[in-house]
């Protein structure tokens, strides 16, 4: 016999294997035919797998979306994957934002109170930035590589079993019911021996089957394993990020929410009571190394006829034409006008001249 005529009946015998395959599952689903069952613990080791095999999918594609939004960037890492390729390096949010404060704060000037402010955020912005780099970097590989290589390759040859296994089971039943339909001795004697041949490849890809099924329980205790790395990788990450703000924090203070706008201010007092409180204390107060005034100080000034120089400490906007608007940092001067009210001085810029609040100023030697 030459190849090829071995390859042809080779394929006469898979194409008659394939037709008595169909056969057999087209009368299963119109009830014409019997099935052999699974046994019990087989169908919940099967189960199992599916449910374990949806839910990996799910949490490993949501997880991709938690360390990376941005889904183009998602769609070309995957590229790159697939063509065993590194992706090129970019700049996430966190950074790109940390530049973005830090040029504005040099625009601006270092030695302003905002510039620098915007340099300080900028430098904790680049911080987090590359905090949050690592942890992608560390989920990555401890919990995502994991789970993907559980769907991309123990999954996959489970499948592939149970595949078989369902063509074996298809062939034994398949087997049962020629043998039900044969009549001449010599066709059953022929139709119990292939009842045994298959009884025996569908008893033995059951059992390979349920020993690779089994091994679940060990991918749920090493996936166990990997999502312990992957909270401590996040408990990091947050708490880096907690640390550096507060070092920020720190350095910024805490102001008032007013001191952000002073669109709304009345012709009244210009500052909360909190601060009014803080301001009220004998000693100067400080917030984040800015000095206050002390109310002795403005005291002297008011009790006196003559005028003192005032650094600007916050920006302010007149909010009427008797007030005269001010820019954080610049130098003015600054006297009292008898019966005004004690929560205001008069200040003077040049020929521009008006109402300031106290609150705002700090008096120099």
């Not at 904790?124 to 590989?141: M, N, V, Y």
């Not at 044969?182 to 021996?193: D, L």
């Not at 100080?297 to 916050?314: F, I, P």
Request: with cysteine; proline share 3%; net charge negative.
């Amino acid at each position: 016999m030459n190849i090829m005529d071995f390859n042809m009946k080779k394929l006469a015998a898979d194409a008659g294997t394939f037709l008595s395959r169909a056969v057999q599952f087209t009368e299963e689903k119109l009830g014409q035919a019997e099935k052999t069952e699974l046994d019990a613990h087989l169908e919940n080791l099967l189960s199992k797998a599916e449910c374990t095999k949806i839910w990996t999918e799910k949490i490993m594609k949501q997880t991709e979306v938690l360390l990376q939004p941005n889904p183009n960037a998602r769609i070309e890492e995957f590229v790159y994957e697939k063509l065993d390729r590194k992706a090129p390096s970019r700049i996430n949010n966190p950074e790109l934002l940390g530049q973005y404060m830090i040029d504005a704060g040099t625009e601006f000037g270092p030695g302003t109170a905002y510039g620098n402010a915007l340099i300080k955020c900028g430098e904790t912005q680049k911080r987090i930035g590359t905090a949050d780099r690592e942890l992608i970097q560390t989920s990555a590989l401890n919990f995502l590589t994991p789970l993907r290589n559980f769907i991309e390759g123990d999954y996959k040859t489970i499948a592939k079993e149970r595949k078989l296994l369902q063509n074996k089971r298809l062939d034994l039943d398949a087997a049962k019911t020629r043998l039900k339909k044969a009549k001449a001795a010599e066709t059953r004697s022929s139709s119990e021996q292939e009842l045994r041949i298959t009884q025996s490849e569908f008893d033995r890809q059951a059992e390979i089957t349920r020993l690779l099924l089994e091994g679940i329980s060990s991918t749920h205790a090493h996936h166990l394993r990997c999502l312990n790395d992957f909270v401590e990788a996040q408990m990091t990450y947050y708490a880096q990020c907690y640390q550096y703000m507060l070092d920020l924090q720190k350095q910024l203070g805490s102001f008032p929410s007013s001191y952000l706008s002073n669109n709304n201010q009345t012709s009244g007092t210009p500052v909360p009571s909190s601060l009014a409180n803080a301001v009220g204390s004998p000693a100067v107060a400080s917030t984040s190394g800015i000095v206050i005034t002390s109310p002795s100080n403005l005291n002297d000034l008011k009790e006196s006829s003559g005028s003192r120089k005032a650094r600007v400490l916050y920006d302010y906007d007149a909010a009427n034409s008797t007030e005269l608007s001010l820019l954080a940092d610049e130098v003015i001067t600054v006297f009292s006008v008898v019966g005004m009210d004690s929560d205001w001085l008069m200040g003077e810029r040049g020929n521009q001249k008006g109402k300031v609040p106290i609150t705002y100023l700090e008096l120099l030697n």
